[in-house]
């Protein structure tokens, strides 16, 4: 456990297999059943060519990762973003984010793309401060249930 007064100075890289466990439970700790994924979609991720998972962390302690995905020649999408609860609010996701668009813009892409709940009303300002904008409602996203905001941010170089 991390206290919540630390400075908390992460440097990003990309996951390997001994990260898994500890994203995965990151996640478990953040969403709940249904939403959260499971291990194999993690180990999916890992090992997908497309795919990208970067660690914020220090000093052996996962901060937060995000999972990015190549969809096409111009498009990419955030899968998932997680911060440690304890560590929210202190830039983590922003550099995160950053690193994400850098690879992205580097692949040649010009958009990415997200979806995020209509309940996750934090999220959505997160992502709109990280120059994300909505471009449609998806009704029923989460297993018919419950809406989502597809969010979309062009890329310049
Ligand atoms: C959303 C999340 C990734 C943000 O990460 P974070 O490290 O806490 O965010 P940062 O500290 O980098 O914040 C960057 C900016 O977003 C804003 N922001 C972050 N979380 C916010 C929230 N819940 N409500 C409003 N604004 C928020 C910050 O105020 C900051 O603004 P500033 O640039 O004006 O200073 C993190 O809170 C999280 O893991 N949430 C739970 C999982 C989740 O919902 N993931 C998204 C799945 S779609």
């Not at 994203?23 to 709940?32: A, M």
């Not at 999408?77 to 560590?87: A, G, K, N, Y």
């Not at 040649?108 to 997160?126: D, H, M, P, T, Y």
Request: hydrophobic content about 40%; proline content about 3%; glycine content about 10%.
């Amino acid at each position: 456990m991390i206290s919540k007064t630390k400075v908390f100075k992460p440097s990003i890289r990309k996951a390997g297999f001994g990260d898994l466990s500890a994203i995965h439970s990151l996640d478990q700790r953040l969403f709940p059943p249904g939403v959260r994924f499971d291990f194999e979609t993690f180990y999916f991720h890992l090992v997908d060519p497309a795919s990208t998972i970067l660690i914020a962390e220090e000093k052996d302690f996962i901060g937060g990762f995000v999972i990015f995905e190549r969809l096409s020649s111009k498009a990419g999408s955030i899968v998932t973003i997680d911060v440690t609860p304890e560590l929210q609010g202190r830039g983590i996701g922003a550099k995160l984010m950053g690193a994400v668009s850098k690879i992205a813009r580097h692949s040649g892409l010009r958009w990415i793309i997200l979806q995020v709940s209509c309940e996750n009303l934090g999220a959505k300002e997160f992502y709109e401060k990280q120059g994300y904008a909505v471009t449609r409602l998806l009704k029923g996203y989460y297993q018919g249930r419950e809406d989502a905001w597809e969010m979309k941010r062009k890329l310049v170089n």
